[in-house]
């Protein structure tokens, strides 16, 4: 049986993880990708506190946050398709969608 702790450290090793990612990488698709390591990083801290806890909320929980992220990423991917067709880059930092 593995001790919860490092479930715990384990998620927060795949948060830290996700965080750097989007902070450090300047493809689109790669930012996406960074985030989904950071929901299922919270999906495991949820399962594991619901394991621990002996109740079923936590993968409920979970559940949501894996129907949220597979839009998010449905959401995410369709946007950068749109500006991959009109600028022919996903480089975040080239792109000036927002600007005046």
Same mark, same amino acid.
């Given at each position: 049986?593995?001790p919860?702790a +490092?479930y715990?450290? $384990?998620a927060?090793?795949l948060?830290?993880? &996700? ?6 990488r300047?493809? &689109?698709?790669?930012?996406l990708l960074?985030i !989904?390591?950071?929901l ?8 594991a506190f619901?394991r ?5 909320d &936590? ?5 949501i946050?894996?129907?949220?992220a597979?839009? !998010?990423v449905?959401?995410g991917?369709a946007?950068l398709i749109v500006v991959?067709r009109? +600028?022919?880059t996903t480089?975040?930092?080239r $792109?000036? $969608?927002?600007h &005046?």
């Amino acid at each position: 049986m593995v001790p919860f702790a +490092w479930y715990q450290m $384990l998620a927060a090793l795949l948060f830290a993880i &996700g965080v750097a990612g989007v902070l450090t990488r300047r493809n &689109g698709i790669m930012i996406l990708l960074s985030i !989904e390591l950071m929901l299922n990083a919270s999906n495991l801290s949820f399962v594991a506190f619901s394991r621990q806890l002996g109740g079923l909320d &936590g993968h409920v929980l979970a559940l949501i946050v894996i129907t949220m992220a597979a839009a !998010e990423v449905a959401v995410g991917l369709a946007l950068l398709i749109v500006v991959a067709r009109l +600028w022919h880059t996903t480089r975040v930092d080239r $792109l000036r $969608l927002f600007h &005046g």
